[in-house]
Nanobody
Framework: EVQLVESGGGLVQPGGSLTLSCVASGFPFTSTGLSWLRQAPGKEVEWISG???????LYADSVKGRFTISRDNAKNTLYLQMNTLKTEDTAVYYC???????????????RGQGTQVTVSA
């Protein structure tokens, strides 16, 4: 069974940083592209970053230059380092199988339960 468990969310002030983690199990981590998604209140799910099996990193324009995706294959863990956070980054953040915004929309894609990130003064 595919399991993705996110952690690391919380309350942070504008301009601050957070690192999210996603521990994966139930599938071959090293041969699976992975992504981070987010959903802000009242908005649709947004793909924000993807990691390929070759460690290529993909970003949406909304987070490019501020967020960094990485993976530790030895720990089956995906990370998202978030810097210079803005109030508009407030959302529930999910990790998902699939490396692009198209792949995470497929019926085969799986995602975790999410972790809340709130950016507020």
């Amino acid at each position: 069974e595919v399991q993705l468990v996110e952690s690391g969310g919380g309350l942070v002030q504008p301009g601050g940083s957070l690192t999210l983690s996603c521990v994966a199990s139930g599938f071959p981590f090293t041969s699976t592209g992975l992504s981070w998604l987010r959903q802000a209140p009242g908005k649709e799910v947004e793909w924000i970053s993807g990691s390929t099996i070759y460690d290529d990193k993909l970003y949406a324009d909304s987070v490019k230059g501020r967020f960094t995706i990485s993976r530790d294959n030895a720990k089956n863990t995906l990370y998202l380092q978030m810097n210079t956070l803005k109030t508009e980054d407030t959302a529930v953040y999910y990790c998902a199988t699939g490396k692009t915004k198209y792949e995470v929309q497929s019926r085969a894609s799986r995602r975790g339960q999410g972790t809340q990130v709130t950016v507020s003064a």
